[in-house]
């Protein structure tokens, strides 16, 4: 899709007849937001963290992955559509219905994980953390009732260990958050036990989730979902695929 604000002061071609939506400034900032905060960017993040982890070298290949292609739809349609900003002018389900059944699964498209991982620590408040702001600003305090989203979070925290689900090292992309985060992960080690209060000053910064997650009931939830993480080998995985099943 392409959004543009209908502000043209001496006149435009109909461009709509080629699918281009025209809308005030609000309305193409609100499809923005659509696409960045739920219906399309969390997702990648979410492919792009586990996607280094359980060893996929194409965003499209995670999508025949049913463990991945089914958790990224609980995080679009269960825990990001309750809030969503919808423009007016496009299906907020129907953009996200096409996100993961044509966009995401297309072999033409062969960006990969490790690229969508760049930046991730810059990434995650605003892909994410507008969301749990948009709960938050509608009166809930308490956030423990979402799964997925902090399922990421704890995500992002294992990836930080440079460690994948194999047991195998792997190389992180490149993000400039990471001299300051890699060190609350040293002497972690696949299997033994990890004193996950060390995450504290990670899960604490509001800077890379939007809020301080141990304001809304999400800190310890994700440090649990890091330790399950961590029992050994195929442990992401058989973590994701228990929170799954637990939803279905």
Same mark, same amino acid.
């Given at each position: 899709?392409?959004?543009?604000?209908?502000?043209?002061?001496?006149?435009?071609?109909?461009?709509?007849?080629?699918?281009?939506?025209?809308?005030?400034?609000?309305?193409?900032?609100?499809?923005?937001?659509?696409?960045?905060?739920?219906?399309?960017?969390?997702?990648?993040?979410?492919?792009?963290?586990?996607?280094?982890?359980?060893?996929?070298?194409?965003?499209?290949?995670?999508?025949?992955?049913?463990?991945?292609?089914?958790?990224?739809?609980?995080?679009?349609?269960?825990?990001?559509?309750?809030?969503?900003?919808?423009?007016?002018?496009?299906?907020?389900?129907?953009?996200?219905?096409?996100?993961?059944? $044509?966009?995401?699964?297309? %072999?033409?498209?062969?960006?990969?994980?490790?690229?969508?991982?760049? @930046? =991730?620590? *810059?990434?995650? /408040?605003?892909?994410?953390?507008?969301?749990?702001?948009?709960?938050?600003?509608?009166?809930?305090?308490?956030?423990?009732?979402?799964?997925?989203?902090?399922?990421?979070?704890?995500?992002?925290?294992?990836?930080?260990?440079?460690?994948?689900?194999?047991?195998?090292?792997?190389?992180?992309?490149?993000?400039?958050? $990471?001299?300051?985060?890699? %060190?609350?992960?040293?002497?972690?080690?696949?299997?033994?036990?990890? @004193? =996950?209060? *060390?995450?504290? /000053?990670?899960?604490?910064?509001?800077?890379?989730?939007?809020?301080?997650?141990?304001?809304?009931?999400?800190?310890?939830?994700?440090?649990?979902?890091?330790?399950?993480?961590?029992?050994?080998?195929?442990?992401?995985?058989?973590?994701?695929?228990?929170?799954?099943?637990?939803?279905?």
């Amino acid at each position: 899709y392409l959004a543009i604000e209908d502000w043209f002061p001496g006149g435009r071609p109909p461009l709509e007849k080629a699918g281009v939506l025209f809308g005030n400034r609000e309305t193409v900032d609100r499809i923005e937001k659509m696409k960045v905060c739920t219906c399309l960017n969390p997702l990648h993040t979410c492919l792009a963290i586990f996607g280094c982890m359980l060893g996929h070298t194409r965003i499209y290949e995670e999508m025949k992955d049913a463990t991945l292609s089914e958790i990224i739809r609980r995080i679009g349609y269960v825990e990001g559509m309750p809030v969503v900003v919808d423009p007016g002018i496009i299906s907020a389900r129907r953009f996200i219905d096409e996100v993961v059944n $044509l966009r995401l699964p297309n %072999p033409f498209m062969p960006d990969t994980p490790q690229r969508i991982a760049c @930046d =991730t620590s *810059k990434k995650l /408040p605003v892909r994410f953390g507008e969301t749990l702001k948009a709960y938050l600003k509608r009166g809930e305090k308490d956030l423990s009732f979402l799964t997925f989203i902090p399922l990421v979070f704890a995500g992002y925290a294992r990836y930080l260990t440079g460690i994948g689900d194999d047991g195998e090292p792997f190389a992180l992309s490149p993000d400039p958050g $990471l001299p300051a985060l890699t %060190p609350l992960v040293e002497g972690f080690s696949l299997g033994k036990p990890f @004193d =996950t209060g *060390k995450l504290h /000053p990670l899960f604490a910064n509001a800077a890379i989730f939007g809020v301080d997650l141990y304001t809304c009931g999400l800190g310890e939830k994700a440090e649990g979902m890091f330790a399950e993480m961590n029992a050994g080998k195929g442990a992401i995985r058989r973590t994701i695929d228990r929170y799954l099943v637990a939803a279905r």
